[in-house]
């Protein structure tokens, strides 16, 4: 049982590349979730996917697109990195919407 | 809206020493409050819980009181240890009009014990 795995762990980008973030959790959760954190920010929620089929913007969805591709994968793409983008982003999963939510290790952006 | 106030850090403590991390936040309604942990290099782990007033959260030796009349939710060990060293996070938890969970995380307090 992995729990909630990401890949990759670190990549650089120049700006205007695109890139997709993976995240896959073996907890036979239904909600998932991105999350980007910054310095002094704590985290933010980018979107999420209240279950599978479904995904909703969260408080900073700009630059990013996600895609359920099932129960267990839950992908977030940069189709135009900005340096902006750079930051840590973390994938998180709940069995519903309404239960705690467990985090992946985290990927590391940095677009120069 | 909704937010969670908790100092940045960082906090320097040598073994054995009494921890408090504040927390303080503002939300419409009665949220869950939450600890998470992040060692380095590591994801965010849930440390401990409480979903209503006067619960209290505890594991691994934390503990946290869920105070409603003062709207906080400080962090307290008793003895910390080296191993204890890492970024602590308080987050609070309401639900949204489609019933989905809103968290709301502090920006993170940097814990650093030294032997």
């Known amino acids: 049982n992995a729990g909630v795995t990401q890949t990759p762990k670190f990549q650089v980008l120049k700006t205007g590349q695109s890139m997709t973030l993976q995240c896959a959790q073996d907890m036979n959760h239904n909600s998932m979730y991105w999350y980007r954190q910054d310095p002094g920010m704590g985290l933010r929620l980018i979107y999420y996917s209240a279950s599978e089929g479904t995904t909703d913007k969260g408080e900073v969805p700009n630059g990013y697109n996600v895609s359920r591709l099932n129960k267990r994968e839950f992908s977030l793409r940069l189709e135009s990195a900005a340096p902006s983008q750079t930051s840590v982003y973390f994938c998180?999963?709940?069995?519903?919407?309404?239960?705690?939510?467990?985090f992946g290790p985290g990927t590391r952006l940095l677009v120069l | 809206g909704n937010s969670v106030t908790q100092m940045e850090g960082p906090v320097t403590l040598s073994e054995e020493a009494f921890l408090t991390i504040n927390c303080t936040y503002t939300?419409?309604?009665?949220?869950?409050l939450f600890w998470y942990v992040q060692y380095p290099g590591e994801g965010l782990q849930l440390l401990l819980k409480a979903t209503k007033a006067d619960d209290k959260g505890s594991n691994k030796g934390f503990e946290a009181t869920y105070r409603k009349e003062t709207t906080s939710f400080h962090l307290e060990k008793g003895s910390v240890q080296v191993s204890d060293s890492a970024v602590y996070f308080c987050a609070l938890r309401m639900f949204g009009s489609g019933g989905y969970q809103k968290v709301t995380f502090g920006i993170g307090t940097k814990l650093q014990v030294i032997p």
């Open positions: 939300a419409t309604g009665y949220p869950s």
């Open positions: 998180a999963s709940s069995w519903d919407s309404q239960e705690t939510q467990y």
